[in-house]
């Protein structure tokens, strides 16, 4: 009994400093932001230090801006996750042949993944420059478009302008998910599926897309979360314009919070993202759960 007391305080021991990090980090902030949501802070308004109750959430709710920012949310959120998905693993089956060049090809598919956000930002903002981009010069030389576009200036064009340049960084992640749940599949299987008569689409259908179901739910529930998150890749390439037609609702935050000086209504939308992704993060472990069931 004494044995086993001594080495649970030894354990607790080990634990207390990464506690209290977490508590200081993760615990502390959380709570912070809670009361800045239901009390006044805002340093610019009258009834500042008041408690507000639920009045910033009934407010934040009831704003067709906040509506309006969640739609283009979702719609970067949605489509970036699709494409990444999609492309990860045309990509991933591609390189999971036998042909000369591929080993050079997979170690380097990895190159635009680790290329650091900020860095793929001012890439991309560069190339689509409506004056000297070589997005234009491009188009331009295959006749495509008669004339420079200001690609990021349109609203028309800029979150399809941020949606490629995140797909392009964020793709060779799903393309190496997807690549080690092929390299899992006995090759055996595609032989005596060739022997009677199936066409490559009918094995991929019927072999290949069941054995990565799993990684691909994975994938798919991992980039929803980051992505409803993201926002320094619209900070970087649009500052939410032009018009505010990339405005999501973490930028939208950070606008609340450092130029508006808002911090209740920022904290208030912080606390609505945080549900979102807690919520989805449920679908995640319940989804998990499921397939491990199956």
Not at 6 to 32: D, H, N, Q
Not at 137 to 144: D, F, M, P, T, V
């Amino acid at each position: 009994m004494q044995l086993r007391r001594k080495e649970e305080r030894y354990a607790a021991g080990l634990l207390a400093p990464s506690m209290v990090i977490v508590f200081g980090v993760i615990i502390i902030p959380i709570i912070t932001t809670f009361i800045y949501s239901v009390v006044n802070i805002d340093p610019l308004s009258s009834h500042q230090g008041e408690f507000a109750g639920l009045s910033f959430y009934i407010k934040t709710l009831t704003s067709q801006v906040f509506w309006q920012d969640l739609g283009r949310t979702l719609y970067f959120t949605c489509v970036s996750t699709a494409l990444e998905t999609f492309l990860g693993l045309m990509i991933a089956v591609l390189l999971n042949r036998k042909f000369p060049g591929v080993s050079f090809l997979r170690s380097i598919i990895i190159i635009p993944w680790a290329i650091p956000t900020v860095v793929n930002g001012a890439l991309w903002k560069l190339m689509l420059n409506g004056e000297y981009g070589v997005i234009n010069a491009i188009l331009q030389r295959l006749h495509i478009i008669d004339q420079y576009q200001s690609w990021l200036g349109n609203p028309k064009t800029a979150m399809i302008c941020i949606i490629i340049a995140d797909t392009w960084k964020m793709t060779p992640l799903a393309v190496i998910f997807f690549l080690a749940a092929l390299q899992g599949i006995d090759e055996s299987i595609y032989e005596a599926a060739r022997v009677d008569g199936a066409s490559a689409f009918k094995s991929f259908r019927a072999i290949t897309l069941p054995a990565v179901r799993p990684t691909m739910m994975v994938i798919i529930v991992m980039r929803t979360v980051e992505k409803f998150k993201a926002f320094d890749i619209f900070y970087l390439m649009t500052r939410g314009g032009p018009a505010d037609s990339t405005k999501t609702l973490m930028y939208d935050t950070y606008l609340q919070a450092f130029t508006n000086l808002n911090y209740s209504e920022a904290a208030t939308l912080a606390y609505l993202i945080a549900m979102v992704v807690a919520g989805l993060t449920l679908v995640y472990v319940k989804l998990m759960r499921r397939e491990g069931e199956q």
